[in-house]
């Protein structure tokens, strides 16, 4: 089969123009002894199948760091390379062009971002730029799947070159092509540009940032409680008799417990009977997903508009502080969403230190959303002194973890640069492919592990363990932490999941107090077991230990701290 590369430099619209070749179900594979991602998938080239991988990006095949190293590896496994070029910065981009033709492999060359040119004042002659380069040069709009069909035409013409040049000629034939290919017309800035000076610029970017978080944690709140009252609400009150229909047949014993739970008063109570056909399907779909939804779409819009690359140089001085870099606030957003994607997208920090800080932090300071959630309808009750209190806490912990974790671990942070790209307006076809890939994905993550617990739970209580692990965990629970000792379920509970653990507490009629220093515990003790199991197999066992035993110590320094303050 033909093995097909899409290369080009960071942010020049590469995996738009991958979903545009190969649909939205892909392969994601790590590079033989590396953490380094990159997509496989299949296209139809007339009648043949090929094989198409979205190699990391890069800006040049002399490799400064792990990604440029993979990607000039992978560059000798090629039969063809289609080079993504961003049109609006051509000088730049062309770098990576003519170290490709030098490589004598086929190359085609796809102009991306044509439309924006246009904008810009931007004028290329792409059929002049092709003699130039000697190879096919076609315009494109991956968003939009403007010029696609044509580049595919393309690539029988492909081809490469065989003589090399020295970094002081290729820059002085880059400039050379500029000029023949290339005019400038002067204009005026639009608004977008002087919105991405606002943005970037420390005095005016961060107040912006702060209104921007504080925007996205407005429109989820919103969006999710509107899906809940106005979708969900309605839907398991559709599902009542048929779950009450159940209760009846079943009748009092171990099947009764096991699928529908325990009667609230005599009543099915999604949020406490804990049976696997009641609170099992209640959690992740009607208390859960509508968060999850509204999180993902504020974070893909902020992905697609080109806004984390400004939030991430804002923080880069920050992060340094705590042995990350800028974009480091990634995976740290990702995990507010769900904390798996969040550690396996720590695989963009460079060395395995910052991997480690990064992992840890998240997993003891970071609650997920479906936790967050949860937590919301505990304290949501108490306003934001509730959550204010717990919120404040854990960032503190957050910033100070790293702080210390930055202190007592040998190594260096590496500089990573980013590529700061034009605000861009979201292609909705695209946003919603996106969308829809996290929900499925949390969905398939969820499901299991929700079930999974309450069955665990239930069987707890059923053959009485569970009363005996709440007397030997009796003097922590109670003493240091302060909770009553039917808390120690909830504990249990959460190695498994985090939002069924949290909703345990719920019946235990717990005050303000004991309600946050229970959330804190739950957030940083371990993370779930779906994100241990990541954690294992990016860290390693012994690594994997180290962090467990820092979340054991920060979560009862924590949580007796709390005890004794408030």
């Known amino acids: 089969m033909k093995k097909i590369l899409l290369m080009g430099n960071p942010n020049v619209g590469k995996s738009a ?13 790590n590079y033989p002894g590396t953490t380094v991602e990159f997509k496989k998938g299949k296209t139809r080239i007339g009648r043949e199948t090929a094989e198409l991988i979205d190699v990391p990006g890069t800006y040049g095949l002399k490799a400064t760091c792990k990604a440029e190293e993979i990607a000039s590896c992978m560059v000798k496994e090629g039969d063809l390379v289609i080079n993504i070029v961003d049109a609006t910065n051509l000088e730049r981009n062309l770098y990576l062009t003519l170290q490709l033709l030098e490589e004598n492999i086929p190359v085609v060359v796809a102009l991306n971002f044509w439309d924006e040119t246009k904008h810009q004042g931007i004028n290329i002659d792409a059929e002049r730029l092709e003699e130039l380069l000697d190879v096919p040069v076609v315009p494109t709009v991956a968003v939009t799947g403007e010029g696609i069909k044509e580049l595919v035409s393309r690539f029988k013409d492909a081809r490469g ?12 034939r880059i400039g050379g092509i500029v000029d023949e290919a290339q005019n400038i017309a002067p204009r005026d800035h639009k608004l977008s540009e002087r919105l991405e000076e606002l943005t ?13 978080l504080a925007l996205v944690f407005w429109s989820v709140m919103f969006i999710g409680e509107g899906l809940i009252t106005y979708v969900f609400d309605p839907m398991f009150g559709l599902y009542m008799p048929v779950a009450e229909g159940l209760s009846e047949a079943l009748g009092p014993g171990l099947a009764h417990d096991l699928l529908v739970g325990n009667l609230i008063n005599g009543q099915i109570d999604f949020g406490q009977s ?27 819009i902020l992905e697609d508009c080109g806004y984390l690359p400004r939030l991430a140089t804002l923080v880069d001085s920050v992060m340094h502080r705590m042995g990350l870099h800028g974009l480091s606030i990634i995976p740290m957003m990702l995990g507010a969403g769900c904390n798996v994607p969040g550690v396996l997208s720590t695989r963009i920090l460079e ?6 800080i990064a992992m840890t932090m998240m997993s003891i300071a970071i609650p997920c959303m479906a936790q967050s959630a949860m937590v919301f309808a505990l304290l949501g009750p108490y306003g934001m002194q509730g959550l ?5 806490t854990l960032f503190i912990v957050w910033l100070g973890l790293g702080l210390v974790l930055n202190k007592v671990m040998k190594g260096i942070t590496p500089e990573t640069f980013m590529e700061i790209t034009p605000y861009r307006v979201p292609y909705l076809r695209g946003l919603a ?3 829809w890939m996290r929900i499925r994905f949390f969905l398939k993550e969820a ?14 209580y059923i053959t009485g363990v569970m009363d005996v692990v709440g007397k030997v965990m009796s003097p922590v629970v109670t003493g240091v932490l302060g909770l009553p000792e039917g808390a120690s379920a909830s504990l249990m509970t959460g190695f498994l999941r985090k939002d069924v653990a949290v909703g345990m507490l719920l019946p235990l009629g717990m005050n303000m107090k004991q309600l946050i220093i229970a959330s804190v515990m739950l957030t940083m003790y371990f993370p779930c077991i779906a994100t241990f199991v990541v954690m294992f197999k990016e860290l390693g066992a012994k690594d994997l230990l180290k962090a467990a035993l820092i979340m054991v110590a920060v979560s009862l320094l924590v949580g007796g701290a709390l005890n004794l303050v408030l």
């Open 388 to 392: 204010g209190i717990l919120f404040a």
């Open 274 to 300: 804990m049976g696997l056909l009641t609170t099992g399907l209640f959690v992740p779909f009607a208390m859960v997903l509508p968060y999850i939804i509204a999180f993902y779409l504020a974070l893909s």
């Open 200 to 212: 970037i610029k420390s005095l005016t970017g961060i107040p912006i940032a702060l209104l921007v």
């Open 447 to 460: 499901i299991p592990f929700v079930l999974l617990g309450i069955l665990f739970v239930n069987l707890l």
């Open 433 to 435: 492919k996106k969308l």
């Open 351 to 356: 060395t395995k230190r910052q991997r480690f």
């Open 161 to 172: 070159h065989r003589r090399k040049h020295s970094d002081k000629e290729r820059w002085a």
């Open 17 to 29: 123009l991958f979903s545009r070749l190969t649909g939205v179900d892909v392969a994601i594979s």
